[in-house]
């Protein structure tokens, strides 16, 4: 019997050591869809130290405590690539395409500092707005008393 984990691929293909310290992982995360016949998928996780977000002035961010609360340390960010029923002869050669399409047209935007401040600031912000838009996540905004009446 065949599962679903016995069709996925999980594994490392390559790490890249930014200037910046911060380990950049490529992942294959492809899966067998039918026959021979493949979902494949390039996944990009960059977990960002918040430390190394705050190693220059910061305006644009809340002080190190909050942001380590609202989106936890390290910081992930991930892109995915996906191409849809491969056959399994091509997998290779698509993954290896999907790693030099990221390589070339986003290696060096996310290895920049900038990047890093600028994206933990946007992750911070649309958090905040979810809380805007949705208090009932906070327990305390909830309270009746039983009554019907409020």
């Not at 942001?67 to 960010?77: E, K, M, S």
């Not at 047209?105 to 900038?114: D, G, R, S, V």
Request: proline share 7%; aromatic share 6%; net charge negative.
């Amino acid at each position: 019997m065949t599962t679903d984990a016995d069709s996925r691929e999980n594994h490392l293909i390559e790490s890249v050591l930014l200037s910046n310290g911060v380990v950049l992982k490529i992942l294959d995360q492809s899966k067998k869809i039918a026959g021979d016949r493949w979902q494949v998928r390039l996944t990009a996780r960059l977990e960002i130290p918040v430390e190394t977000i705050y190693k220059d002035p910061t305006p644009d961010l809340p002080p190190s405590d909050e942001l380590r609360a609202a989106l936890g340390d390290p910081v992930i960010y991930t892109h995915e690539n996906t191409r849809q029923f491969v056959d399994e002869a091509e997998k290779p050669r698509m993954l290896e395409m999907l790693r030099e399409t990221f390589r070339k047209q986003l290696l060096a935007y996310i290895a920049t500092p900038a990047f890093h401040r600028k994206y933990a600031a946007k992750q911070y912000r649309e958090i905040m707005k979810r809380k805007t838009w949705h208090p009932d996540d906070d327990p305390s905004a909830n309270q009746n008393d039983g009554s019907g009446t409020d």
